[in-house]
């Protein structure tokens, strides 16, 4: 039965797979899936960045067709999540000063955060800007509206990737036949729907443990503190346990039944673990390489929450851990060693109600799927083009996408004038660098000339005084 004409797609870029969900949000908060598509990519995906943008573009048109097929409806745009390894918080500040006392304006505040854009450069690209404060003297709020002020400080965590990351993805879908609405950040998108206000509020750190990337994000007092992405996940302990001359299948398959992050204490014998060519390999060495590798993740992840200048007396909700290389015995032990935290917590279902058909029924029981479905949940523009084969310029563009094409060619215009100016402004200092060297070279030519001068007055001084010596040399004589 063909679906009606709203709906919202997302797709998530893992580094395993590429999953693609249509669905419908519900007046109780809940989501209708309607379709579910998905894709292998450890071909194309390293480290949640794109490496190979033909597999990619042939991924994202079979996705698209797979969906299309199951809503018997077009799709012509959709949400892409964004991740991976490079993605991190560089912190910002602008600051105002006013000539008298001014009452702080909400156009004010705008103009701060324009500015703070603007730190964005032709490198790398601002995914988001969560305000972190406002200092108007010795007052500190998060809604300075109203209040009057000398000056004020608008103190700003900016996310930022490569530019090529978010390029690459826009080249992909485009060729794929797809307009991106938004590009949301997948991990920060998946911690506003697994973790509590309370939680936020409070002071946690949020980890997401997947097959190539661990990604750390800290709250305070509800906001964003710190986010990074450590370039390693479950995929490595795979290939480490490999190294012992095994299949990466089923190297894979022996971490899910033996793999422990961390060994008891009080187990001293261990039975050697048989291998599918009949041989064994020591249970020993076996831990040894998982528990090594899990050490340095979660090292990683407690020197992350460091970096976030607070500590566990301050992240009263302690540790929430999810992803896929999170589920091995023992992980919760390792956690509290390596990071001193007490307080880890391990969640694997969204707190989104999911209203699902008979033919998905099973579907994301494992939670595999849940960024995807935080993505929609981010969603709220229309991703439907019509019937399958109906042209697009019957229906489209509408109202919302006409705002979007129209600020996103602002933003463009913006980018070129700001890349023109800059030009320009490199032009002019090697224009007034070039007159200084030519002014230098003068001086020095000139200082040259004046030497040779000297030079020669000291020569005709010197003739003249021998001249005069001999002169009186003679009358002597």
Request: aromatic letters at 4%; a negative charge.
């Amino acid at each position: 039965m063909p679906t009606d004409n709203n709906f919202i797609v997302a797709i998530e870029l893992g580094s395993s797979k590429v999953t693609g969900i249509a669905g419908k949000k519900q007046p109780d908060g809940g989501i209708q899936i309607l379709a579910v598509a998905q894709e292998p990519s450890a071909a194309f995906i390293r480290k949640g960045r794109i490496n190979n943008v033909m597999k990619m573009k042939t991924c994202i048109a079979n996705i698209k067709k797979k969906l299309e097929e199951t809503l018997k409806k077009s799709i012509n745009q959709t949400y892409v999540g964004v991740g991976g390894m490079g993605m991190h918080t560089v912190p910002n500040k602008i600051t105002k000063n006013f000539s008298d006392k001014t009452m702080i304006t909400e156009d004010i505040i705008d103009s701060i955060h324009d500015e703070n854009l603007q730190m964005q450069s032709s490198e790398r690209d601002i995914l988001e800007a969560v305000t972190q404060e406002y200092k108007l003297g010795a007052q500190t709020t998060l809604e300075p509206v109203g209040i009057q002020a000398e000056s004020i400080e608008g103190h700003f965590l900016n996310v930022v990737t490569k530019k090529e990351v978010c390029d690459n993805i826009k080249t992909c879908f485009h060729e794929a036949g797809l307009d991106v609405v938004d590009i949301p950040i997948t991990f920060l998108a998946l911690g506003e729907n697994m973790l509590t206000e309370q939680q936020r509020l409070s002071g946690c750190a949020f980890v997401d443990m997947g097959s190539e990337t661990t990604s750390v994000a800290v709250y305070k007092n509800g906001i964003l503190r710190h986010l990074a992405v450590i370039p390693l996940g479950g995929e490595n302990i795979t290939r480490d346990i490999a190294s012992l001359q095994i299949e990466l299948s089923e190297a894979e398959q022996l971490k899910f039944n033996y793999g422990s992050a961390l060994t008891p204490e009080n187990e001293e014998t261990y039975t050697p673990i048989k291998l599918q060519r009949g041989d064994t390999v020591s249970y020993e060495e076996f831990a040894g390489l998982i528990e090594a590798r899990q050490e340095e993740i979660i090292e990683n992840v407690a020197e992350q929450i460091k970096l976030s200048k607070l500590d566990k007396t301050q992240l009263i909700g302690g540790i929430i851990v999810t992803g896929g290389a999170s589920n091995m015995k023992n992980i919760d032990k390792a956690f509290a060693k390596y990071t001193g935290f007490d307080n880890v917590t391990f969640v694997k279902s969204i707190n989104i109600p999911l209203r699902l058909s008979e033919a998905l029924r099973n579907f994301n029981k494992d939670g595999a799927a849940n960024s995807a479905i935080a993505l929609i949940e981010k969603g709220d523009e229309n991703c439907c083009g019509g019937e399958i084969g109906e042209g697009q310029k019957e229906l489209f563009p509408t109202k919302e996408k006409m705002e979007r094409l129209k600020a996103q060619e602002e933003a463009r215009k913006l980018d070129e004038a700001k890349k023109k100016a800059e030009e320009e402004a490199l032009q002019e200092q090697l224009k007034l660098q070039e007159e200084e060297e030519a002014r230098l070279e003068a001086e020095r030519q000139a200082e040259a000339e004046r030497a040779a001068k000297r030079e020669k007055r000291k020569a005709i001084f010197n003739r003249v005084k021998r001249w005069m010596d001999n002169l009186v040399s003679d009358k002597e004589n």
